[in-house]
């Protein structure tokens, strides 16, 4: 609860990911890629994947300037939330936690005073670990809402 500020933001960014994982656990496929509260499409699977391509786009991509292929389409494609594959669901949360991985690799140097250009205005990485809580965050109730219609469980 004090401390520096890196290990505060990596540790709370740490906790939502993690928390998205325990909302998940014990799912099937099905379930995982099932779409429970109509008329939203929003699946457990779909917000997997979508979390996997913010984590790229905003921590490989923008702020460690890696060449690396867009996942699931990029920025402003719903292809994460729209293809989703029961049978692809283990293989999903996997490459959502070696996106983490990867992610964390990237960035592991760069001073949270780093600036780069997003649409035309600095933005540093210090504000997108506070982007990627926030975006953990408001996913993470969704995930919890889906959960509970799947299944009743709750507090994960």
């Not at 008329?39 to 921590?59: D, Y």
């Not at 669901?89 to 991985?101: F, G, N, R, T």
Request: proline share 6%.
């Amino acid at each position: 609860m004090t401390g520096a500020e890196r290990p505060i933001l990596e540790s709370y960014l740490a906790h939502h990911r993690a928390t998205l994982l325990r909302i998940c656990a014990g799912l099937t496929g099905e379930q995982l890629a099932a779409r429970p509260v109509p008329p939203s499409t929003l699946s457990l699977l779909g917000l997997v994947r979508h979390l996997a391509k913010v984590e790229r786009i905003w921590l490989r991509q923008r702020v460690a300037g890696q060449d690396v292929p867009p996942l699931h389409g990029g920025p402003g494609n719903n292809t994460d939330f729209d293809l989703v594959d029961p049978a692809r669901a283990e293989h999903e949360v996997q490459a959502l936690c070696e996106e983490w991985h990867l992610g964390d690799e990237a960035v592991a140097t760069v001073p949270l005073d780093h600036e780069f250009d997003f649409r035309g205005d600095p933005m540093s990485l210090r504000m997108v670990y506070v982007h990627l809580i926030g975006e953990y965050a408001r996913h993470n109730g969704h995930a919890d809402l889906l959960r509970q219609v799947l299944d009743g469980v709750t507090g994960r």
